[in-house]
């Protein structure tokens, strides 16, 4: 097995930087650090389409000239475009998806004062509970009212 | 000479790990000037000099609801669940067919297709041009819509602030200028140096940027990548010569009408060439040759389209992440 | 040839792991932004030069950008004395 995943190098490295990005993603608890492990498993998935459409000693998909005004396009030529094309898609994407996401950890930030997801989720359920005992003393004194 | 090289490695990984010792003749900035808004109110809760006391009151927190033991709970699962995921990913690597090979199933007909027919069907050099602008161009509006989304997300999540505080009366003020952080501007940047590489390499950027956008269908590039180096340049501009410049050619009714007019342009010209395509209408598009700059029908105002959509929403980022406007 | 991919993706492992240990926000973006400049060498050798222009202008320049620009807004760049007690 070990023999067949050195002949497979890019998709093993592939999949272990997507262990390391989903381990970052779970384990890390501050949000910045999550974002950044969310962009490692995107690359992650990124190499591993473009590693599968690599064909040894072929070109890059460019149309070559053949000298006389024509144009070589046998398929023996060139690498495989569609992955190239999806990956270029996704590279965007994934750009969005930071941004979006780190607009909204800095208004997490702005109104807990913490990147932390466990002292920001600590901060809701305090306000939670002194919400509800306000609540709750209102209610008592309307009753005695 | 192996305890100097003993030493180096440690402070390499100390530096690695973030804790290393700072060095003899590092400038310390100075203190914040006093205007910042968050030092007017040190005492707020919410303020970020609590940060250390916060991880104090979340160890007391996790003690008081006894919450320890799920916390060790939920890093041992998800270790767990990590590796697993990793073991049998690596089982199936293991299984598929050799790296690089030309029987892979991957290089089916699909391929041959494409490569020996997108020539002269596209008119593109660049097959991968010819392959996202042309065969599958939805997918590429589809992905500029999304662009455009996050862009205008963004806009309301970090520009909606602004306009409370515009709209609060003045006595409201100080109570929330502890909040309104993330108006905050940029340090000036008055620097000779910064300015004069800046004026160097504006314009070769901009140059850079437009080759790569108008020769999308010939060589590598296209509206993606041009317009992000397109962004960097504003970028640059910003930082250079103050947001205010940049301001007064390019601001949010820029951006909108621009992203919008090329979004409609796109929809336009891809629905009416994929309508007549797929009823077997006659085309008024021309194809040209291959290899010229005026080829590949649809394909470079395209280009042109999706590169004014990528240079405006990453500028758009920048500014809104900078002082929070655009 | 192949040592220098071997080079290069034993460099993007190690990256990827510095990022989840380092405990300096600022190393870790920095550190980020090697991974995504090596994983733009990488898609040169793969024969997707597309991918490698838009890497290198998207992944290593402005995302980069955008983390630079949210730690600056947190006070994590700027203000290193406050910062100290920190981390």
Known sequence: ?145 | MHEELKNIWKNFFNWVLGNGPRPENEVIPPDPPPDLPFTQKPQDKYSRFHEATIKERYEQWLEIHGLHIFSILYSGLSILTCVVIVCLLLATVAELPPFGHERNPANNEVIRRYVEHGGHETGAQNIVAGLILDYRAFDTFGESAVLFTAAVSVLMILGASRRNKLNKSPSLKSETTSRNFLQRGPPSLDEPILRGVASLSIPAILMMGCVVVINGHLTPGGGFSGGAILSTALILASNAYGPERVHEFYNERTFIVSSSTALMIYALSKGYSFFTGANHFHSIIPKGTIGNIFSAGLILPLNICVGLIVAGTLYTFYSLFSKGDL | MIIIEWLLLIFLIVCAIAVSISKNLLNSVIIFMNYSLVMAVIWVLLRSPDLAITEAAVGAGVTSVLFFLALRKIGQIGHEKENQNKN
């Open chain 1, 1 to 145: 097995m070990l023999g067949k995943l050195f002949l497979n190098h890019y998709e093993a490295v592939a999949v272990i930087l997507f262990g390391i990005g989903m381990t970052n993603l779970l384990l890390q608890r501050n949000l910045i650090k999550k974002i950044i492990g969310l962009n490692i498993m995107d690359t992650a998935v990124y190499l591993f389409l473009a590693a599968k459409g690599f064909v040894e000693g072929r070109a890059a998909p460019i149309l070559i000239s053949n000298g006389s005004g024509g144009w070589l396009n046998s398929s023996d030529l060139y690498v495989n475009p569609v992955p190239a094309g999806l990956v270029l898609t996704g590279i965007v994407v994934s750009v969005s998806v930071t941004a979006f996401s780190l607009a909204l950890a800095l208004k997490l930030y702005e109104y807990y004062g913490t990147l932390n997801i466990d002292e920001a989720l600590m901060k809701m359920t305090e306000e939670q509970v002194e919400l509800e005992t306000t609540i709750e003393k209102a209610e008592e004194d309307v009753l005695a009212s």
